[in-house]
């Protein structure tokens, strides 16, 4: 097959970063292409290059053999591109059927013709399996579900080529597999595209082609993927072997720490108990919507209880704002990291310190930069976040180093007890590594950590102790001798479900 | 070899210039400015001018250091110009009844700072917006400037009390030391203490500033306080220039506040507010309202003129960003 899409030396510089160096590739008609690579190769920012939102500095792409060089995001579009982005663009405030008919809803005598748009917006709903009402509003979804609004969105110019940026992270296993199908069916259909990812057996499954991107530059192209393993994707993409990534260490544990009993509220179907003791991971397993996140909210005091209490080193801790919880070493990590994490317009260093300047305050009120510039500096290293300076604004970095900047904000705290909602999403395998060395040793230091996580093999890999839960209560709690997937999925899965799981799975 | 080290110079001056351009491109501008109306305008460059422009910006600069952190919280005010005029009519009346400047000063600078209590507890608490909020604050405010006054100007009996307004130190009249001192303690406030930089992450994104431990209800509650003993002291300043506290002053003095803080970078969605930016959006706009009137140009036409500065300031300032992130 000839190749459909072409990059023919593109480059791109920003203001201190160069961000993609001479890059070379092609995309068929009919493939799966995998983009891997660390959190800054230059992934997004090709795709970006792709949708015409960035111009390259250097070099240009072709569409079936003809030079394009896109002012804009609307001649990418007209020429067959569409991107699912790494960040979610809908406007929460508008239905799920305007959303995905932004810009060209149909019209009947220049007015919007709503019942036409309710049926295409039906129709493609349905195409990627979505029991969603079309009336609703986004924000009354789940970021699982507004992904998949988004992939949909996508979908419906019906274009040659597809681009996916890290369209999983925020997927349950559910719609990943829906996903799969789709993205299958579309190869299935002549389509070219392109898939990145951070999950890479998830490349395995689906890709038929793997490029590894590494600072930039294009380190190869896998043309066969029975050639490459799992090992020597991460080797060429770290530049160093990960033999494995979790380097679970069993670590001694203490008294009780954190003690929630019998706590209620929106999102939870029973009154939820459980405890963390000192020097444990505490993983928090569940479909999206099982009311984990829920149950985090209202102990971090963002969202207010109905009833139950809490306590820290036995000691009442009924927070009824985030500030009080921080106050006591109670600290939350969100797993919706741009609406909840960053502050774009603001410094790496501004970010990172926000919490933890109060530790060395002077005079009741003024900042010590020196100390916040130090801190910063530290886990910029420690966590390799890519940057070219501690100034750099937020909004400006990749997906994944966002991610790292807001890990940082709370490791530079002094904390008792860290929920982390979803730590690893859209993180590199050798930072993952990196963040998981960084929770044990916290434990080791007496302090609890719960790890809220999507992702099976992680929770199973990192925590002492799983809680379960399903449709907003908590149905079980295994300690990590009794682990397994079989036994934490059917735990996990509403009852009238598991029957489902083994359709989808086949 | 002189001649590369020439070119080396060069090329530094060079890329000082373009760094201060993309950095704080107003201030390149007002510089530009300054210089073509020193030489094209009579008299503009003499100390007399200067004095008188420097006098008819501190109004606006003084209230323009809260404004700024009212904008970097993603607010904005518009009580502030009815505030001035309840402050200077509550502080004439004071020391009318009581004698005591002090105590009128404390009531304009009270009476003040608890409209803007009352402003930030509505916003912060109740979650209604600050254009609302203001707004109806606003029309209480200028009522009760009213009400208190007795409806017309209210002349002040106490001589000392004009030394604040019409006073001066080492050649600099008393509102320009003021503004001056002004502008020092907030700059600090906004980038030195946790007030200002939580000023700032509010602004970027509440819901993140919120989730990450800043009290943030507390935060806007005490901007919005701070902002309004601001324009209550402006307007005890004013009341003492005028000799006389005055219902109706100040109409539209709050949207020149603003302006003079977007003029200068600051952004009006909130999260960056450079302190010289206010400073520089206000000189701009007293340094070309003050040409206009050396030129005798007739005010009808200066409002046109204000209109278009402030557009093409924001036009060039979004290029400007457009530019930068396709480099
Ligand atoms: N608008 C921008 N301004 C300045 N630098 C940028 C901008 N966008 C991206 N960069 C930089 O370009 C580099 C590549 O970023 P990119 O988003 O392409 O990485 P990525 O491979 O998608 O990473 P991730 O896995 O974290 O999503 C990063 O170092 C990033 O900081
Ligand atoms: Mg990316």
Known sequence: MTPYLEFNSVGKTFPGVRALNEITFNIKQGEVHGLVGENGAGKSTLLKILS????????????????????????????????????????????????????????????????KM???????????????????????????????????????????????????????????KRLFKIIKNLSENGKAIIYVSHRLEEIFEICNRVTVFRDGER????????????????????????????????????????????????????????????????????????????????IYGIDQKSGGKVKIDNKPADHSSPRAS??????????????????????????????????????????????????????????????????????????????????????????????????????DVGTKNEIYHLMYNLTEEEKGIICISSDLPEVMGVSDRIIIMREGEIVASLNRSEFSEEKILSLALPVDEEKNRSEINE | MSNTAVKQTNRTVLTLFKDLWEKSGMVVIYIILFIGLSIFVPYFFTLRNMIGLGLSVSMVGMVAC??????????????????????????????????????????????????????????????INALITTLGMAQIIRGLGFIVSGGSAVGIQKVSFFAIGNGSFLGLPNPIWITIVCFIIFGVLLNNTTYGK??????????????????????????????????????????SRMTSGQPNTSVGFSLDVISACVLGGVSLSGGIAPIQGAIVGVLIMGTVQNAMNLMNIPTFYQYVVRGAILLIAVLVDKFKETHRSSI
């Open chain 2, 198 to 239: 939580n000023t700032l992450a509010m602004g970027g994104n509440m819901e993140a500033a919120r989730l990450a431990g800043i009290g943030v209800n507390k935060v806007k509650i005490l901007i919005f306080s701070i902002q309004g003993a601001m324009a209550g002291f402006a307007g005890v300043v004013l009341a």
């Open chain 1, 52 to 115: 015409g939102a960035h111009p390259p500095t250097e070099g240009y792409l072709s569409i079936n053999g003809e030079q394009k060089d896109f002012k804009n995001t609307r001649s990418a579009i007209d020429s067959g591109v569409a991107i699912i982005y790494q960040e979610l663009y809908l406007v929460p405030d508008m239905s799920v059927a305007e959303n995905l008919l932004l810009g060209h809803m149909p019209k009947k005598y220049g007015f919007v013709d709503h019942k």
């Open chain 1, 219 to 298: 380190v190869q192209t896998f043309e066969n993927m029975k050639e490459v393993t799992h090992d020597i994707l991460v080797s060429r993409m770290v530049g160093r072997d990960i033999t494995d990534v979790y380097s679970y260490r069993p670590r001694p544990q203490g008294k009780c720490i954190l003690s929630v009993k019998e706590v209620m509220g929106d999102g939870l179907k029973k009154p939820a108990s459980f405890e963390v003791k000192q020097g444990e991971i505490l993983g928090f397993f569940g479909l999206v919507g099982a009311g984990r996140t829920e149950l985090m909210r209202l």
């Open chain 2, 66 to 127: 809260t404004m700024l952190f009212c904008l970097a919280s993603g607010d904005f005010d518009l009580s502030v110009e009815n505030i001035v005029a309840f402050s200077g009519v509550f502080c004439a009346v004071i020391i009318n009844t009581t004698g005591s400047v002090v105590l009128g000063v404390i009531g304009g600078v009270l009476g003040g700072a608890l409209f803007g209590l009352i402003n930030g507890t509505i916003i912060a608490k109740a979650g």
């Open chain 1, 118 to 176: 309710k049926k295409i917006a039906q129709d493609q709903l349905d195409f990627i399996m979505e029991d969603i009402d079309p009336a609703k509003k986004i924000k009354e979804l789940s970021i699982a579900q507004r992904q998949m609004i988004e992939i949909a969105k996508a979908l419906l110019q019906d274009s040659q080529i597809i681009a996916f940026d890290e369209p999983t992270s925020s997927l349950s296993d559910k719609e990943t």
């Open chain 1, 326 to 427: 921080v106050e006591n070493g109670l600290m939350y990590c969100p797993e919706d990291r741009k609406y909840d994490g960053i502050i774009p317009v603001r410094s790496v260093d501004e970010n990172i310190n926000i919490s933890a300047r109060r530790h060395y305050i002077k005079a009741g009120i003024f900042i010590d930069k020196k100390k916040e510039a130090e801190n910063t500096m530290k886990f910029i290293k420690q966590l390799d976040i890519k940057t070219p300076s501690k100034d750099q604004l937020v909004g400006n970095l990749s997906g994944g180093n966002q991610q790292k900047v807001i890990l940082a904000r709370w490791l530079s705290e002094d904390v008792k007890i860290l929920i982390m909602d979803e730590p690893t999403r859209g993180i």
